[in-house]
């Protein structure tokens, strides 16, 4: 038998609903399900890895693995997982196909609220002439 169930049941419930909070709260809204729209301009037929890849670990490839291996250890060249190289640079790899930074980079990084530090560096595509 429980004791004090009348002061534990209403608990449990309420520290269910205080969790589960977010996913109520984005599933009512209808929020979370939307992917941004990216234009797309290029004649290039695929990315320098799958799209699925690039969704989830394009930070991870340009600060760890490009930044590090650019300016540590000299080396420009990746080798892709289909065994095309391609030149570790933002500028004459990424922006080649994305050169709008509005319409592509900022869509998707709004939509997942990270404000990345990329353009302390690089000149932001529109400001390229």
């Not at 809204?29 to 797309?40: C, I, K, N, Q, S």
Request: net charge positive.
């Amino acid at each position: 038998m429980v004791y004090d169930a009348r002061k534990i049941l209403p608990g449990l419930v309420l520290f269910v609903l205080v969790l589960a909070w977010p996913a109520i709260y984005t599933a009512a809204l209808g929020t979370g399900r939307d992917r941004p729209v990216l234009e797309m301009v290029t004649a290039e037929k695929q990315c320098l890895e799958s799209t699925d890849f690039m969704r989830r670990q394009h930070m991870t490839l340009l600060k760890n693995d490009w930044r590090e291996t650019v300016v540590r250890k000299g080396a420009r060249d990746y080798a892709a997982a289909d065994g095309k190289v391609y030149p570790m640079s933002l500028t004459k790899t990424c922006l080649g196909c994305h050169p709008n930074k509005a319409n592509f980079c900022d869509r998707c990084h709004n939509y997942v609220a990270v404000k990345p530090a990329c353009w302390n560096c690089h000149i932001v595509p529109e400001e390229v002439r």
